[in-house]
Nanobody, 120 residues
């Protein structure tokens, strides 16, 4: 996704944790509402978690209670703390502008993203 850099992915065993980071490559994020999206091979892009400029958050049912999204305005960064990871969380994770319907947009899973692989 243009305007952001994702990092923090890796290989982890089921039950483990990872923290993803999304930093703005410019002075600000491309949108006041940003989200994390993921796409596994053969699957469609799906919304994972979204945060707006006032700190309101959204989580998909599949990650609610396990993932936490946060933002650090001073560092122009958005984080996704992922706990109790499951093999079905394996995907490429992308940080991208979000929409009020919480659904992924055309470009939500574009770009390199960061790979998360959870082994069983």
């Amino acid at each position: 996704q243009a305007g952001v850099v994702e990092s923090g992915g890796g290989l982890v065993q089921a039950g483990g944790s990872l923290r993803l980071s999304c930093t703005a490559s410019g002075s600000t994020f491309p949108s006041s509402m940003m989200g994390w999206y993921r796409q596994a091979p053969g699957n469609e892009c799906e919304s994972v978690s979204i945060i707006d400029s006032e700190g309101r958050v959204y989580y998909s049912d599949s990650v609610s209670g396990r993932f936490t999204i946060s933002q650090d305005n001073a560092k122009n960064a958005i984080y996704l703390q992922m706990n109790n990871l499951k093999p079905e969380d394996t995907a490429v994770y992308h940080c991208a502008p979000a929409y009020v319907d919480y659904l992924p947009g055309v470009g939500s899973c574009w770009g390199q993203g960061t790979q998360v692989t959870v082994s069983s």
